[in-house]
């Protein structure tokens, strides 16, 4: 079976743990093939998507395996350069793997880049930074083969500010020859934490946290251990299901500096929070007012990943929400799933209005993609009655034990 069984109506209560960020991990795991030595990545998620990144990493000629919640990944002996399109196209960090190979073999073949479905995601940013490293890139029967006699140095603007983008001329730009900067870049934590990683493997990189950052080329960087941070949009989700049943939970270690624009969302409702000793209390038995208005942005604004999540806590606020989605056009995808559950939702391109019920009601629903997933886990657990979701496996690739956490804050949810 492929589903979740919820049974839902009963407030969360209890402290619980934040896995390792998969936004965070992706990208480190690529930027080892930078490096010829073994790197250890502390308490990374084993969730799908990491999966998918081991399986391409091994099949680039690296050696990958756990030691409890570390895993290790030795670069030595890589010496392909092709992405399989099994693995390339099921996820979309795999692009970020064509600077890394870039940088170290000086070429790289690679499928078009796969994930979830919520809206155009192009990758002509990634390409146009790569060219201006001096890279040569063409597409044969939906492959990218991707050349650079020698990466060097450039100034690059990004006209649209893009994670994944940035990740890609960072993981180029560390060993290319010369200064590169990079203008209008993503300030994103998870690129923060690529700077950190990349800094403390030796590369150059000054600017970090902000949308302009230089990096001077090196000749060479060297293997590392590196504690993986907790993951923002777990933590956030938990946040949303606290909301969402009128509970109150711990989070023990979130990353609470990442947190402020859900945090001020969730207060809006009538959340209430208070940070203590690093932990995050949170009290959401006061939740009863509508967000009269929210749009999407990139950090620090409100993150599009935790979009359908608090959709899903609206959909039983009572009153008016609005919602606009600023960043990925076809991210309203859950909302009929959520009226399925008796939710009152109007998508008007770009704006989602919600009417706020009493209650949901449980129903059979799908996932379709990762973070909707979890806003169906959302609903089911205030809803009244049973919920059953199916295609669990979107869920999975972002979140390690789901339905191990919720259960042991007193959600009656199990995997079936």
């Not at 093939?33 to 799908?48: D, F, S, T, Y």
């Not at 880049?113 to 002509?124: A, D, K, L, M």
């Not at 799933?337 to 019920?357: F, H, Y």
Request: proline fraction near 4%; charged fraction near 20%; glycine fraction near 12%.
């Amino acid at each position: 079976m492929d589903s979740i069984r919820i049974v839902g109506g009963k407030p969360l209560q209890g402290s619980i743990a934040i896995q390792g960020s998969k936004n965070a991990a992706l990208p480190m795991m690529a930027a080892t093939l930078l490096q010829e030595g073994i790197c250890a990545l502390k308490g990374c998620p084993r969730i799908a998507d990491v999966k998918y990144m081991e399986e391409i990493l091994r099949s680039l000629g690296a050696l990958v395996w756990w030691e409890g919640d570390t895993l290790y990944i030795d670069s030595t002996s890589v010496t392909g350069t092709e992405i399989p399109r099994e693995y390339g196209e099921k996820m979309r960090s795999s692009v970020v793997v064509m600077g890394s190979l870039l940088g170290r073999m000086g070429k790289a073949n690679i499928p078009y880049p796969g994930g979830c479905v919520i809206g155009s995601r192009p990758i002509n940013l990634h390409l146009l930074a790569l060219a201006r490293l001096g890279a040569a890139i063409e597409e044969i029967d939906g492959i990218l083969h991707v050349t650079a006699k020698e990466l060097k140095g450039a100034d690059i603007f990004f006209k649209k500010a893009s994670v994944g983008a940035t990740q890609n001329a960072l993981l180029a730009a560390v060993k290319a020859k010369g200064d590169t900067r990079l203008s209008g870049c993503a300030a994103e934590p998870e690129v923060v934490w690529l700077c950190r990683f990349l800094n403390q493997m030796g590369a150059r990189i000054e600017g970090t946290g902000t949308d302009t950052l230089l990096i001077r080329g090196v000749s060479a960087l060297h293997e590392v251990e590196f504690d993986i941070p907790a993951d923002r949009i777990v933590a956030g989700t938990y946040v949303c299901a606290c909301a969402a049943t009128r509970g109150d939970i711990v989070l023990e270690n979130p990353p609470i500096e990442e947190m402020d624009a859900l945090l001020e969302a969730y207060e809006k409702m009538g959340g209430q929070y208070e940070v203590k000793g690093g932990k995050l209390f949170l009290c959401g038995r006061k939740v009863d007012t509508p967000v009269s208005y929210l749009e999407t942005q990139v950090y620090p604004g409100f993150p599009t990943d935790m979009q359908s999540p608090l959709m899903a806590v609206l959909a039983s606020v009572p009153g008016r929400s609005h919602i606009r989605e600023t960043v990925f056009e076809d991210r309203f995808k859950v909302a009929s799933q959520l009226t399925k559950m008796g939710a009152r939702i109007v998508i008007d391109g770009r704006d989602a209005i919600i009417e706020g019920v009493p209650c949901l009601q449980g129903a059979q629903v799908f996932a379709q993609e990762l973070r909707g997933g979890a806003a169906l886990v959302i609903a089911g657990l205030g809803a009244c009655g049973t919920t059953y979701i199916n295609n669990r496996h979107f869920i999975e690739r972002g979140y390690e034990h789901i339905c191990d956490d919720l259960a042991s804050l007193g959600g009656n949810i199990r995997r079936d």
